[in-house]
């Protein structure tokens, strides 16, 4: 069963998704909230596994909101739903710490997929905010690395593979038969040899160098 939140300032769309999602069995919704103050109030006591989020609220915004949550309880996914998909809001919500972003204008399949691809630990991104994201952070890419093979370790080759599919560090854990732990500082340091703070920098630059493919963080 998987738990959730919604937080969203209107309150026709919070019915709407929790409608959608009692349907599910393997869903539950646990709260609604009509902005970030409200929303981390009610977590203290619900804690659930996700967060379907909306950015531009009053009183405190889902960027603000995503921060203070992966601060206080660091293992609730955030899934940013919003109709904005300007540069500014999706780099700031992703460096903030969200685990994914989809659009609103988004079909109920797809709402329904990424909330399960982000309980299995992969990191659904809305095709239309993908391009941009790689785009940018491509562009910001440590310059004169030509092979991340001539930095990388086979086994932090393997686990920047794995990352880059958009997999969280329980679950790569798990697949390669390591502590998460071992995991942990692998990924510190594949971090410190690309020069990167986190995670979708590390994820590009496997694209970009062939380790993975784009459609793996696309959710595709």
């Known amino acids: 069963m998987i738990t959730l939140m919604i937080c969203d300032d209107q309150d ?3 019915q709407g998704l929790n409608t959608i999602l009692s349907n599910e069995k393997d869903l539950k919704v646990v709260g609604m909230a009509a902005d970030g103050q409200e929303l981390l109030e009610a977590l203290a006591s619900r804690q659930p596994d996700m967060v379907l989020m909306d950015l531009k609220m009053p009183i405190m915004n889902g960027v603000q909101a995503t921060r203070a ?3 206080r309880y660091p293992n609730v996914r955030i899934l940013i739903l ?4 300007a540069d ?4 700031d919500a992703i460096r903030s710490g969200a685990d994914g972003f989809l659009l609103k204008d988004s079909s109920r399949e797809e709402l329904l997929a990424a909330i399960r691809d982000l309980a299995a630990g992969k990191t659904p991104i809305d095709p239309a905010v993908g391009g941009k994201l790689f785009s940018q952070l491509a562009r910001q890419a440590p310059p004169g690395l030509t092979s991340v093979g001539s930095e990388l370790s086979e086994r932090e080759r393997e686990i920047l593979a794995l990352l880059a599919e958009g997999l969280n560090n329980h679950t790569i854990a798990d697949r390669l038969h390591l502590s998460e732990g ?4 692998y990924v510190s340091s594949i971090f410190a040899k690309l020069n990167v703070t986190d995670r979708t920098q590390a ?3 496997a694209i970009k160098y062939g380790i993975t493919s784009t459609k793996h963080l696309l959710g595709k």
């Open 82 to 85: 919003t109709t904005y998909d």
């Open 203 to 205: 994820a590009v630059l």
């Open 12 to 14: 026709v769309v919070c």
């Open 88 to 91: 500014e809001w999706v780099f």
């Open 182 to 185: 071992t995991v942990r500082n």
């Open 69 to 71: 949550i992966k601060e």
